[in-house]
């Protein structure tokens, strides 16, 4: 894969602040972009996506930005929740449909 | 919503031994399946892609002898691990993308370990 996670960055926020959790993307040629939720044991849980063609996109107390120009993602949640707590991947899809994904980042919300 | 039931949940086998991981698409037509393996507290690694009735296309640095991948049908795919050594012990996944392009759809994975 072109993005390979070695460890895993962890980011802690207290319960009921926003959560923002970046992602660094590798090919300029991918067009469309995922964020997934993983707990423990479990396979990604499908949280958000994006497409090239916008910048933006909001969903239920989730919104993910997308910028083309440094490659860049991000996941923002508001008034973050114990239940929130997993590891987050952001995946990008290239032009023959692979799901590349990036090195993850462990939520840890503290009560 | 599309769903994809992986079997088993768990697996232990002995060295040498092989073992079948089975995928299944339970309401659409998955035309392509990806397998992927994830190594404790890292990212998911894309092994194979597999589209229906055609020989799987594996990453680089994945041998295609000892994992071998069968899609033989729209709704199944399999990943067999042969000759498995502890060095297999992992944690499997596949996903299954349908008609829809931007569509994938995740099993529940699979934790083999070697013994």
């Known amino acids: 894969g072109e993005s390979v996670g070695l460890h895993l960055p962890t980011l802690s926020v207290q319960e009921g602040d926003n959560s923002i959790i970046n992602c660094a993307y590798s090919?300029?040629?991918?067009?469309?972009f995922i964020w997934y939720k993983q707990e423990s044991g479990k396979g990604p849980q499908f949280i958000i996506d994006?497409?090239?063609?916008?910048d933006k996109r909001q969903g239920q107390r989730v919104t993910v930005l997308l910028n083309k120009t440094v490659k860049h993602l991000s996941l923002q949640i508001a008034a973050t929740q114990p239940g929130d707590s997993a590891v987050y991947f952001c995946?990008?899809?290239?032009?023959?449909?692979?799901?590349?994904f990036g090195s993850g980042t462990r939520l840890l919300v503290r009560p | 919503g599309a769903v994809v039931s992986q079997h088993p949940s768990r697996v232990i086998c002995k060295s040498g031994t092989s073992v079948k991981i089975e995928c299944r698409s339970l309401d659409f037509q998955a035309t392509t399946m990806f397998w992927y393996r994830q190594f404790p507290k890292q990212s998911l690694m894309l092994m194979a892609t597999s589209n229906e009735g055609s020989k799987a296309t594996y990453e680089q640095g994945v041998e295609k002898d000892k994992f071998l991948i069968n899609h033989a049908s729209l709704t199944l795919s399999t990943l067999t691990v042969t000759s498995a050594h502890p060095e297999d012990s992992s944690f499997y996944i596949c996903?299954?993308?349908?008609?829809?392009?931007?569509?994938?759809?995740f099993g529940s994975g699979t934790r083999l370990t070697v013994v």
């Open positions: 996903s299954a993308r349908g008609t829809d392009s931007y569509g994938y759809t």
């Open positions: 090919n300029s040629a991918s067009d469309y």
């Open positions: 995946a990008e899809k290239d032009s023959s449909y692979k799901l590349i």
């Open positions: 994006i497409r090239s063609n916008m």
